[in-house]
């Protein structure tokens, strides 16, 4: 089955203790990205990989690095987490052939920083 | 400025009435593709559509139709008949083709809470 997993789901955690969220699709994609959805924003890009060593930054990366060793996983990393980065995180994944242009979601990670 | 505007924030509306979500957005790419995504309470994304910018027919899955016109830049979303599952935030979304930079890129709106009561 294709999917985007993304682990953990749930996470609370402190201010300054650092953490990953893993990323990890089984569809070849070449794309992959981050987004943060809060309230009343919608969904917001953080970063976006076009593919293994590529990485760039979205909208809003500030207080998050990535890293893109490998083709099928894309973790988001928070070397000091602050209480701003509460929020909903989903990963994305796409292929780049042609007109499919078509992203998918993984399930969310809800992350609260106390 | 935004690319994607959803203007309307919240809509409630009663079990079996149509309603109609708008969506707006702005690009200067002659390839691009609108998207819209279910966010139903349980927090997951679900893919509804993808039109292309080459591609204006209106189309219709069940009790969803989109109507897209280049012409006013909208992209708007109607459930027929609506259903309390019909309940959750709906999000229309942009990705430019023309700039390999932003290739793939999804530019959200805000998002439009649709509430049906029974």
């Known amino acids: 089955e294709a999917q985007v997993t993304q682990n953990p789901r749930y996470l609370i955690t402190v201010t300054g203790k650092k953490l990953t969220v893993t990323c990890s699709q089984n569809?070849?994609?070449?794309?992959m990205s981050w987004y943060r959805q809060d309230p009343g924003l919608g969904l917001r890009q953080i970063y976006y990989?076009?593919?293994?060593?590529?990485?760039d930054k979205g909208d809003v990366p500030e207080g998050y690095k990535v890293s893109r060793k490998e083709k099928r996983n894309f973790p988001l990393i928070l070397e000091s987490p602050s209480p701003n980065q509460t929020s909903l995180y989903f990963c994305?994944?796409?292929?780049?052939?042609?007109?499919?242009?078509?992203?998918?979601f993984g399930p969310g990670t809800r992350l609260t920083v106390l | 400025a935004q690319k994607v505007t959803q203007a309307q924030t919240e809509i409630s509306v009663v079990e079996k009435e149509d309603v109609t979500l708008d969506c707006v957005y702005e690009?200067?790419?002659?390839?691009?593709?609108l998207f819209w995504y279910k966010q139903p309470p349980s927090g997951e994304l679900v893919f509804l559509i993808r039109r292309n910018s080459f591609d204006e027919q209106n189309e219709i899955s069940g009790r969803y139709s989109w109507n897209f016109q280049k012409s006013t830049s909208s992209f708007n979303f109607t459930i027929t008949a609506s259903q309390v599952v019909d309940s959750a935030v709906y999000f229309c979304?942009?990705?430019?083709?023309?700039?390999?930079?932003?290739?793939?890129?999804?530019?959200f709106g805000r998002g439009t809470q649709l509430t049906v009561w029974p």
């Open positions: 990989s076009m593919n293994v060593e590529v990485t």
């Open positions: 569809m070849n994609h070449e794309y």
């Open positions: 690009t200067r790419d002659t390839t691009y593709y």
């Open positions: 979304a942009l990705s430019e083709a023309d700039r390999g930079s932003t290739l793939g890129r999804l530019y």
């Open positions: 994305a994944s796409r292929s780049r052939t042609g007109y499919t242009d078509t992203q998918y």
